[in-house]
Nanobody, 119 residues
Framework: QVQLVESGGGLVQAGGSLTLSCEAS????????MAWYRQAPGKQREFVAG?????YYGDSVQGRFTISRDIGKNTVYLQMASLKPEDTAVYYC???????????????WGQGTQVTVSS
């Protein structure tokens, strides 16, 4: 009913920058919040950043990453700067939506996009 598609991942050198995008589509009445998580090999999924009326960040990315949102496009962005090899992970976005048909709340996830930071 709801699809999230991430884009913008890739390979970047340490110290570089990258911007991820995530667009939500489908039977969406409204989106209350969107967020980014990441999962590195052998590790648990980690919160990176979220946005609703405010934005908030995980400790490991505070001051380096910036989350923003285009409400009209149902899209969330993650600007990543001063990237480190430990930022290497698959990055996933999610959205907390109210469905169009019955206003039922639903949290949907994207398939992820790989970010690799070389040293």
């Amino acid at each position: 009913q709801v699809q999230l598609v991430e884009s913008g991942g890739g390979l970047v050198q340490a110290g570089g920058s990258l911007t991820l995008s995530c667009e939500a589509s489908g039977r969406i009445f409204s989106i209350s919040g969107m967020a980014w998580y990441r999962q590195a090999p052998g590790k648990q999924r980690e919160f990176v950043a979220g946005i609703n009326d405010n934005s908030y960040y995980g400790d490991s990315v505070q001051g380096r990453f910036t989350i923003s949102r285009d409400i009209g496009k149902n899209t969330v962005y993650l600007q990543m700067a001063s990237l480190k090899p430990e930022d290497t992970a698959v990055y996933y976005c999610n959205a907390d939506v109210l469905l169009l048909d019955d206003r039922r709340p639903l949290r949907s996830w994207g398939q992820g996009t790989q970010v690799t930071v070389s040293s």
